[in-house]
Each structure stands twice: as structure tokens, then as C-alpha cells.
């Protein structure tokens, strides 16, 4: 390893473990998705550019490979251009740090800054009606063990539009329900808190749930609140567990009623929620603060799916635009209009 690789390794190193970890305070995910990102870029230099990963250093970082790397995504990966911007922004981000560590490094910074990011298509919003949400939640059977904690995590998770990650990383200390008004604490990305309010049927649920799998005497403010056992100890439940689930429901319930999704996705119960606060006068701006976005721009997307919102608001347009104009021509009865349309005056 020369000068020059190690300068960029030692870049690679305080940008992961100092600047995002300790600076800027990041989750241990977001961490995550960066290294894997500058390790795949580092994979294409090693195979498909034939530079030895030891010898990598910042001229590898060129406008030119990266542009080059993008075009291998898109055209031998054929990952979604989605996909293919989260590499770019990755990349961009290292660059940009490496440009304040390093100020040498500029020109080869702006190369990359000035990559643009590919074009989106975006999808409509996928969510559930009111009816089909209650065919769904319907199904558990809370007779069972099982199926009253099945029931308790898909009311939960549809009442705070909850993510599927900030369900699972529930314990019981992050809910209040003795307060006159239940609340849940959602740890979201980035290890942003924030606080939503449980409806008093959720928290009936809740409470029912607790009595049976987190007893009072063996209860610990800390436990997980869903967790399923594995060789006789408690374990945080997996998403997997959550998704196999849920789908197991969604079939259910899309055999008794059309409106239910073959496979309900847990991210289909958060958009699902967010469309019903909308529909039923949440503002954006507080939507936003519900819903955990880091910006309005997150949100704007529910406003843009709900087309049964924008055609009720035509309908009552149209309705009063009729309503105002009459349907016979005002010069028939304008005596002085008449005059001057036939030359009487």
C-alpha cells in the first residue's frame, strides 16, 4: 500500500467511524448503507477496472469511473434508477467529507457533485380502504396466544403508522398509557424520537397484551415489547417473522373482502394510515410530524395519490359553478342589452 492508498483508506476509516458516528451521531443503519455503498464501488474498481483493492486511492474517484460504475448499475445490474441515486448520493456525501479533510482533493469532488441523478418513476401510492382495513384487522383470532399478539401488533402499527423497524424496536418503557392521553415513543432513522398518540381502543389492546405475555411481576421496563422465544429466552422479533405474518392475514382477509391486498406489506399499513389522516383533514405539515419525514417533500406524496379527494373537490366545484349560472341567456330578459345587439340603439 503506497502514500496515496493509505490517505484514502485512512479517509474511509474517520469518515465512518469519527465524522458519521461520532459527529454527526448516525444510526448504526444509516452507517450501514454508506460502507456497503463505498464497498460496492470499491468491488467494481477491483473487477471491472482491474485496480488492485490495496492500490485504490482518490484518482480512482474520477467524474469518469463513477460515471462509468452508474452505467454498469443500470445496464448489467438493471437496478431501478431509485436504486442506482442512493449509490450516487452515498458517494457524493464521501466525497464531500474527503473534500474537507483533504481540500487538495476539490477538482475531483466537484467532479463527482456534478454527476446528475437519474430520472425516477414515480409510483402511486398503494393503500388500503377502511373496510378492507377492518376485514384485515379482523382476522387474528385473540382466543390464541399468537393471534392476540398478532392482533396487538397490526393495531398498534396501523394507529401510529408506525415503520416496520420502529415496531420491533418497541419495548415496554416506550409506551405511556397511564397518562390521560396514551402515547407510543417511535425511535425512527437517524435515532430520531418522537412521540404519537394511541387511540383508547389501541391501548385497551395493549394493556390486554401485556397481561398475558409481559405479566406484572416478571415484567422489566426494558424488555421488548414483541418477541417471539427461542430455545427458552426471549428474543426481539424479527421483520421476517412480522412480514410472514401479515401476510398470512392479507390472504385471509382478501378471500372475504376484494379491497384487501393478496400480500399487505408492512409499509402498505403505514401509507394505509397516512391516507386516512389525510382524507380525514390532517394538514400536511402536521402529517409530516406524524409520520417521522425529515422534510414536507416526504409527505407531499399522499396529496398527490389521493385522487378520491380531488374528485370530490371537483364534484363540489362543478356543483356550484352549476348552481351559478343560469341556464337562460341574460341579454333575453336586458331589455337595454337587446337594443344594442340589434341595432335599436
Given at each position: 500500500?503506497?502514500?496515496?492508498?493509505?490517505?484514502?483508506?485512512?479517509?474511509?476509516?474517520?469518515?465512518?467511524?469519527?465524522?458519521?458516528?461520532?459527529?454527526?451521531?448516525?444510526?448504526?443503519?444509516?452507517?450501514?448503507?454508506?460502507?456497503?455503498?463505498?464497498?460496492?464501488?470499491?468491488?467494481?474498481?477491483?473487477?471491472?477496472?482491474?485496480?488492485?483493492?490495496?492500490?485504490?486511492?482518490?484518482?480512482?474517484?474520477?467524474?469518469?469511473?463513477?460515471?462509468?460504475?452508474?452505467?454498469?448499475?443500470?445496464?448489467?445490474?438493471?437496478?431501478?434508477?431509485?436504486?442506482?441515486?442512493?449509490?450516487?448520493?452515498?458517494?457524493?456525501?464521501?466525497?464531500?467529507?474527503?473534500?474537507?479533510?483533504?481540500?487538495?482533493?476539490?477538482?475531483?469532488?466537484l467532479e463527482v457533485q456534478s454527476i446528475a441523478k437519474a430520472r425516477e418513476d414515480t409510483?402511486?401510492?398503494?393503500?388500503?380502504?377502511?373496510?378492507?382495513?377492518?376485514?384485515?384487522?379482523?382476522?387474528?383470532?385473540?382466543?390464541?396466544?399468537?393471534?392476540?399478539?398478532?392482533?396487538?401488533?397490526?393495531?398498534?402499527?396501523?394507529?401510529?403508522?408506525?415503520?416496520?423497524?420502529?415496531?420491533?424496536?418497541?419495548?415496554?418503557?416506550?409506551?405511556?398509557?397511564?397518562?390521560?392521553?396514551?402515547?407510543?415513543?417511535?425511535?425512527?432513522?437517524?435515532?430520531?424520537?418522537?412521540?404519537?398518540?394511541?387511540?383508547?381502543?389501541?391501548?385497551?389492546?395493549?394493556?390486554?397484551?401485556?397481561?398475558?405475555?409481559?405479566?406484572?411481576?416478571?415484567?422489566?421496563?426494558?424488555?421488548?415489547?414483541?418477541?417471539?422465544?427461542?430455545?427458552?429466552?426471549?428474543?426481539?422479533?424479527?421483520?421476517?417473522?412480522?412480514?410472514?405474518?401479515?401476510?398470512?392475514?392479507?390472504?385471509?382477509?382478501?378471500?372475504?373482502?376484494?379491497?384487501?391486498?393478496?400480500?399487505?406489506?408492512?409499509?402498505?399499513?403505514?401509507?394505509?394510515?397516512?391516507?386516512?389522516?389525510?382524507?380525514?383533514?390532517?394538514?400536511?405539515?402536521?402529517?409530516?410530524?406524524?409520520?417521522?419525514?425529515?422534510?414536507?417533500?416526504?409527505?407531499?406524496?399522499?396529496?398527490?395519490?389521493?385522487?378520491?379527494?380531488?374528485?370530490?373537490?371537483?364534484?363540489?366545484?362543478?356543483?356550484?359553478?352549476?348552481?351559478?349560472?343560469?341556464?337562460?341567456?341574460?341579454?333575453?330578459?336586458?331589455?337595454?342589452?337587446?337594443?344594442?345587439?340589434?341595432?335599436?340603439?
Amino acid at each position: 500500500m503506497n502514500d496515496e492508498s493509505r490517505k484514502f483508506f485512512e479517509t474511509v476509516r474517520d469518515y465512518l467511524q469519527i465524522y458519521m458516528a461520532k459527529q454527526r451521531v448516525m444510526s448504526q443503519n444509516t452507517i450501514a448503507s454508506y460502507k456497503q455503498a463505498i464497498n460496492q464501488y470499491l468491488s467494481f474498481l477491483v473487477e471491472n477496472k482491474s485496480i488492485k483493492y490495496e492500490a485504490v486511492c482518490f484518482r480512482d474517484w474520477s467524474g469518469a469511473n463513477i460515471n462509468e460504475y452508474l452505467l454498469y448499475l443500470e445496464n448489467e445490474r438493471n437496478i431501478a434508477a431509485s436504486t442506482r441515486n442512493q449509490r450516487l448520493f452515498a458517494i457524493r456525501a464521501f466525497m464531500k467529507y474527503a473534500r474537507m479533510a483533504n481540500p487538495e482533493l476539490g477538482h475531483v469532488s466537484l467532479e463527482v457533485q456534478s454527476i446528475a441523478k437519474a430520472r425516477e418513476d414515480t409510483e402511486p401510492v398503494a393503500f388500503l380502504s377502511e373496510k378492507a382495513v377492518q376485514c384485515l384487522l379482523s382476522q387474528p383470532g385473540t382466543a390464541t396466544k399468537i393471534g392476540l399478539r398478532d392482533s396487538c401488533f397490526m393495531v398498534l402499527m396501523y394507529d401510529t403508522a408506525a415503520r416496520d423497524c420502529e415496531m420491533l424496536s418497541l419495548r415496554i418503557n416506550s409506551l405511556d398509557l397511564n397518562r390521560k392521553c396514551p402515547t407510543a415513543r417511535l425511535e425512527g432513522k437517524g435515532n430520531k424520537v418522537r412521540y404519537v398518540p394511541l387511540m383508547k381502543k389501541t391501548a385497551e389492546y395493549v394493556r390486554k397484551y401485556l397481561e398475558i405475555f409481559h405479566p406484572a411481576p416478571t415484567r422489566h421496563a426494558d424488555d421488548w415489547l414483541f418477541y417471539t422465544v427461542s430455545h427458552g429466552r426471549r428474543h426481539k422479533m424479527s421483520d421476517d417473522n412480522a412480514a410472514r405474518f401479515l401476510a398470512k392475514y392479507s390472504k385471509m382477509a382478501h378471500a372475504k373482502c376484494g379491497e384487501v391486498f393478496e400480500k399487505v406489506t408492512p409499509h402498505q399499513f403505514r401509507h394505509t394510515r397516512a391516507m386516512h389522516l389525510y382524507r380525514n383533514g390532517m394538514p400536511l405539515q402536521l402529517l409530516s410530524e406524524f409520520m417521522g419525514h425529515a422534510s414536507l417533500a416526504s409527505t407531499q406524496v399522499y396529496a398527490y395519490a389521493d385522487t378520491e379527494m380531488k374528485r370530490l373537490a371537483i364534484e363540489k366545484s362543478s356543483q356550484t359553478m352549476e348552481e351559478n349560472i343560469s341556464t337562460k341567456p341574460a341579454w333575453q330578459t336586458d331589455e337595454e342589452m337587446i337594443r344594442k345587439l340589434y341595432g335599436l340603439e
